[in-house]
Each structure stands twice: as C-alpha cells, then as structure tokens.
C-alpha cells in the first residue's frame, strides 16, 4: 500500500469554479502534513502546510482529519492561473532532523476560460 | 535568498553510460535530499544527508546509483550505468530544521535525464 493515496484526476473546471482534492495517508505516525503545487516542468513548490483545525490562505482551505487519515485541499474561485498539479506530502518527524517526505502522484487541475 | 541550485537543467545520455548531477542548497540547510520524479509520479526520495552523513538511502539503487556530500555542503548524485528506466527528473531539496516557515523541504528546479 502506497503511503500517501491520491485521486491523478485530471479535473478538469472552468474559471470561478470551486474544486476539492482529497488524500489518504497510511501511517498514523505522521507528524506534518503539506499541500506542494508543480506546474509543467517546473521543481515542486510549497503551497500551504495542513493543520488539524484546519487553515486558509485566500482562496485556498486545507483540512487534515487525523482519525481518518485524510487531507484535503479546496479551492475557491479558480483562476487559469491555479493549473497545475497539487501533491499531497506528508512528513514523519524525526526529531532534530527532517524525516522523509511522502508525496502522493499528484492530482492534475486544469482550469479553462 | 538564493534557493537551491541545479546543474545541468537537461542531461541526454545512452544506457550503460555515466552521468552525474550537482546539487548546491540554500545557504546553511543542513539537510540535504535527492529525489527522483518519473513522469506521471510524486518524487520518490533516493537518499537524505545530514551535513556530510548518510541519514537515510533505503530507496538508493546501490548498485548503480551513489551521492556524496563529502564537506556538507553541495552534492553530486551519480548513475552508472545508466538504464533506460532512470529517466526521470532528478530533484534536490534542502533543509534547516526550524529555520524557515513553513517548517519543510525546498526544491531546485532540477536535471530532467533522458536515457536513450
């Protein structure tokens, strides 16, 4: 079983359209949990971290649910701009060091006029 | 700040051939990881570096595949020989426990490898 599960999508929305991406993870030891976004040939990028009370950055609200081992990602009003693919990460701390990164395959947004 | 710095952004070889990779991270993150990204996939670590040791290369194909780090600093990852499944891009991020926030990994941009 992989250790972090995600729906490749492609979704694909028209602008002002709200999507959500989901994730399941299989280690109940994970400690942090992050939404990275990769455009087209580019390096990973860090979107948001994912807090158990749940967070908000403009359009974007993550959510994590512990006992159900689940992350999600919704955003609001879509721009062409947010095409991309979101990878869902989570992270098993290892103290004084940063442990292994867990990425899902990444969900594919497309989001046209 | 500057972020992490890759070389060469494009790499094409034949298999059997060798190839190696640079990595030089953000300005003191200690931590430093290779990852291999193949197309349609997340990155899959290969090996992780605290300064000049080895913390984790479980998923390194020892066989073909080995990195140093040898003053803690910059990176070189290398393939040899090359199989045409290595085609990938070749990730490196870095790490300072505490130091930036979010509390997580960065990336370069990467060496995209073609193995013909």
């Known amino acids: 079983r992989k250790e972090v599960e995600q729906d490749p999508g492609p979704f694909n929305v028209p602008e002002g359209a709200t999507v959500a991406f989901n994730c399941t993870y299989s280690?109940?030891?994970?400690?942090?949990f992050f939404w990275y976004r990769q455009d087209c040939r580019k390096e990973p990028k860090l979107l948001m971290s994912?807090?158990?009370s749940g967070n908000e950055d403009g359009r974007f609200t993550a959510q994590l649910n512990r006992a159900s081992q689940y992350i999600s990602l919704l955003i609001r009003d879509s721009k062409l701009s947010d095409s991309a693919t979101y990878l869902c990460v989570v992270n098993l701390d290892r103290g004084s060091t940063l442990g292994r990164l867990y990425f899902g395959r990444g969900t594919q947004l497309t989001v046209w006029p | 700040e500057a972020g992490v710095a890759q070389s060469p952004r494009y790499k094409i070889i034949e298999k059997r051939q060798s190839v190696a990779f640079w990595c030089n991270p953000i300005?003191?993150?200690?931590?430093l990881y290779w990852y291999q990204q193949i197309l349609g996939q997340g990155p899959k670590l290969l090996i992780q570096f605290q300064n000049n040791g080895v913390v984790d290369d479980s998923q390194l194909p020892k066989d073909r595949f080995s990195a140093e780090r040898l003053k803690g600093v910059d990176s070189t990852l290398k393939i040899q020989p090359a199989k045409l499944e290595d085609s990938a891009v070749y990730l490196c991020?870095?790490?300072?426990?505490?130091?930036?926030?979010?509390?997580?990994?960065?990336f370069g941009p990467g060496t995209r490898l073609t193995v013909l």
């Open positions: 991020a870095s790490h300072f426990k505490g130091q930036t926030i979010p509390d997580t990994q960065y």
């Open positions: 994912v807090y158990s």
């Open positions: 280690n109940s030891a994970s400690q942090s």
């Open positions: 300005s003191g993150h200690a931590t």
